[in-house]
């Protein structure tokens, strides 16, 4: 069964660091989605990406956030100057068709900034 | 500011009882209504999805839509230990607004053999 997969599971950096996180969609999906989720806090909606551009973001989703589909596979979400507070797990997701639809999400990657 | 409001638990129910999990919402122009499962560690996974009022019945999952009330639950039949999870309710105000969702903490179900 297609799935969605993202890379790595878990990443540690050092505040103020660049990271970027990798998403591969399931392949006939259009709608790419990143969340984010704070230990033991709400699942947390940060952005919606279809056709090449944004669709909705959230005010979590400021200038230090960026999303990207390099090529026809991957998804990925850079923060640029990564801060304590942006540690939390990160789930990519994605959808066949609108936000209607069933959105599938991946493992997660596990952010730890130090 | 959109508030999903969820009792976190948990609720412990026995092997083959009816678990009722509980969501209301603040903002009366939700739309779309949605329960994900969440195991520990795990991603979301979506379980249910409703738009209209009244019941929706998928297996042994019941979702009920109350907007009035603003008010949205779902009864899990049966309840299975593999049923132990957290679910979340999520809503949106699309379609014909936004399509961000708003989610809820979760309530932790445990189901006890």
């Given at each position: 069964?297609?799935?969605?997969?993202?890379?790595?599971?878990?990443?540690?950096?050092?505040?103020?660091?660049?990271v970027?996180?990798?998403?591969?969609?399931?392949?006939?999906?259009?709608?790419?989605?990143?969340?984010?989720?704070?230990?033991?806090?709400?699942?947390?909606?940060?952005?919606?990406f279809?056709?090449?551009?944004?669709?909705?973001?959230?005010?979590?989703?400021?200038?230090?956030?960026?999303?990207?589909?390099?090529?026809?596979?991957?998804?990925?979400?850079?923060?640029?100057?990564?801060?304590?507070?942006?540690?939390?797990?990160?789930?990519?997701?994605?959808?066949?068709?609108?936000?209607?639809?069933?959105?599938?999400?991946?493992?997660?990657?596990?952010?730890?900034?130090? | 500011?959109?508030?999903v409001?969820?009792?976190?638990?948990?609720?412990?129910?026995?092997?083959?009882?009816?678990?009722?999990?509980?969501?209301?919402?603040?903002?009366?122009?939700?739309?779309?209504?949605?329960?994900?499962?969440?195991?520990?560690?795990?991603?979301?996974?979506?379980?249910?999805?409703?738009?209209?009022?009244?019941?929706?019945?998928?297996?042994?999952?019941?979702?009920?839509?109350?907007?009035?009330?603003?008010?949205?639950?779902?009864?899990?039949?049966?309840s299975?230990?593999?049923?132990?999870?957290?679910?979340?309710?999520?809503?949106?105000?699309?379609?014909?607004g936004?399509?961000?969702?708003?989610?809820?903490?979760?309530?932790?179900?445990?189901?006890?053999?």
């Amino acid at each position: 069964e297609p799935e969605v997969t993202q890379t790595p599971s878990h990443q540690v950096t050092q505040m103020g660091q660049e990271v970027i996180l990798r998403c591969v969609p399931i392949s006939n999906h259009l709608y790419f989605y990143w969340y984010r989720q704070i230990l033991g806090q709400k699942v947390e909606f940060l952005v919606s990406f279809y056709n090449n551009e944004i669709s909705e973001k959230s005010e979590i989703f400021d200038d230090q956030f960026s999303v990207e589909r390099p090529d026809g596979s991957n998804f990925t979400l850079k923060i640029r100057s990564t801060k304590l507070e942006d540690s939390a797990m990160y789930f990519c997701a994605s959808s066949l068709g609108g936000v209607e639809e069933t959105q599938y999400f991946g493992p997660g990657t596990r952010l730890l900034v130090l | 500011q959109k508030e999903v409001e969820q009792n976190s638990g948990p609720l412990s129910v026995p092997e083959g009882a009816i678990a009722s999990l509980n969501c209301t919402y603040s903002d009366r122009g939700s739309q779309s209504f949605f329960w994900y499962r969440q195991y520990s560690g795990k991603s979301p996974e979506l379980i249910m999805f409703i738009y209209s009022n009244g019941d929706k019945e998928d297996g042994r999952f019941t979702a009920q839509l109350n907007k009035a009330s603003q008010y949205v639950s779902l009864l899990i039949r049966d309840s299975q230990p593999s049923d132990s999870a957290t679910y979340l309710c999520a809503v949106n105000n699309g379609p014909g607004g936004s399509y961000i969702p708003t989610f809820g903490r979760g309530t932790s179900l445990i189901v006890h053999p």
